[in-house]
């Protein structure tokens, strides 16, 4: 019995040498070291808050006119230009013939003829009674009726020369529209500029007056149209428009000169044109506008705002602990937050 008491003793013994080691491991006190936390922030400011509409712009020319013929009767011949063309005024830009009749022409030249020698014998006839009623020598009654009818007389005078001058002017306008028809029309080019938009015309088709065959732009006068569907771009506003390709390009300056916000909704066109003073070639160009400026208030950087139903919070870091602090949100751009109240400027924010 002695001797199995004096085993368990052993057993127990050499058990708790083996496990006296294990507790001779634990780290000691000294060795211990504070956690260091490594946050991204972003510090409260009082600045300026900008927000800025950037959008590609398209070439615009505002200045076009629809060229057509003024009389019926042409028949398509051919187009002398072809799309896209620059042309100066007086070009001839397009022929056509015309049914005409050379007795026609006769006739009208007879006509105007003899309207000619008839205005020609009333004008003496009326004039002689003039000078007569001018020389006649009278006196009491007999003077003042004479001056009556002198006073008549140059009346009528005037006004059958006006008679006869547009009765005359109308035969000559008709026999110009006749001799055009004999000698064929032609469409010319009212002032520099490109034509485009031609109208799908063949060789011996009629065209009525009015018709448009194709459109003259004015290549001179330049402005740039862009999407304005946001109503951020006001009349008269300032821009800046960058043009040219990748690392060769250049910021011009330029303002709108007609933006469709203050109209009614059903009405707007969605653009708005820019008028940019250069002889540079407008390519590849983009707008940038500052629409939003606001001036000593309080902004922080766009990634330490967060959502939450519908909500806006920032984390602040104070006496090395984070408080959770919701704000009143502003506006944002890509890069800043304007922040209305629930920060102070100097507060520093998680920014992660």
Not at 12 to 19: I, K, R
């Amino acid at each position: 019995m002695l001797a199995k008491m004096k085993r368990l003793l052993l057993l127990a013994l050499a058990l708790l040498l083996t496990v006296s080691p294990v507790n001779a491991s634990l780290i000691a006190p000294e060795q211990l070291e504070d956690q260091q936390v490594s946050y991204n922030t972003a510090a409260v400011q009082l600045g300026s808050f900008v927000k800025e509409y950037n959008v590609p712009a398209l070439t615009h020319y505002p200045l076009q006119h629809a060229l057509k013929i003024e009389n019926n009767g042409a028949i398509f011949a051919e187009f002398t230009v072809k799309e896209g063309q620059t042309v100066q005024k007086g070009d001839v830009l397009a022929r056509f013939t015309a049914d005409a009749s050379s007795v026609t022409l006769e006739r009208l030249e007879r006509e105007i003829a003899r309207m000619e020698d008839e205005t020609a014998l009333g004008i003496s006839q009326r004039s002689k009674a003039v000078t007569m009623l001018e020389n006649t020598q009278a006196k009491g009654l007999e003077k003042e009726k004479n001056a009556i009818l002198l006073k008549k007389a140059k009346a009528e005078l005037e006004h059958y020369q006006y008679l006869q001058q547009r009765s005359l002017d109308a035969l000559k306008q008709e026999k110009k529209a006749e001799q055009e028809k004999l000698n064929g029309y032609t469409l010319v080019a009212p002032e520099d500029g490109k034509v485009s938009g031609f109208a799908k015309l063949e060789a011996g088709d009629p065209v009525a007056a009015g018709e448009t065959l194709m459109t003259l732009i004015r290549t001179d006068i330049v402005q740039l149209r862009v999407s304005n569907s946001s109503g951020d771009l006001r009349y008269n506003m300032p821009v800046k428009v960058t043009v040219g390709k990748r690392n060769d390009t250049t910021i011009l300056t330029g303002r709108v000169v007609a933006a469709d916000g203050a109209i009614p909704a059903k009405e707007r066109t969605g653009y708005a044109y820019i008028a940019v003073e250069t002889d540079e070639e407008l390519l590849d160009p983009k707008l940038t506008a500052e629409v939003i400026r606001l001036d000593n208030v309080l902004i922080a950087k766009r990634t330490a705002v967060v959502t939450e139903n519908g909500k806006y919070y920032v984390t602040k870091l104070q006496d090395g602990m984070l408080q959770k602090r919701y704000i009143g949100f502003g506006m944002n751009n890509t890069e800043d937050v304007w922040i209305i109240h629930g920060v102070a400027q100097g507060d520093t924010l998680l920014a992660d």
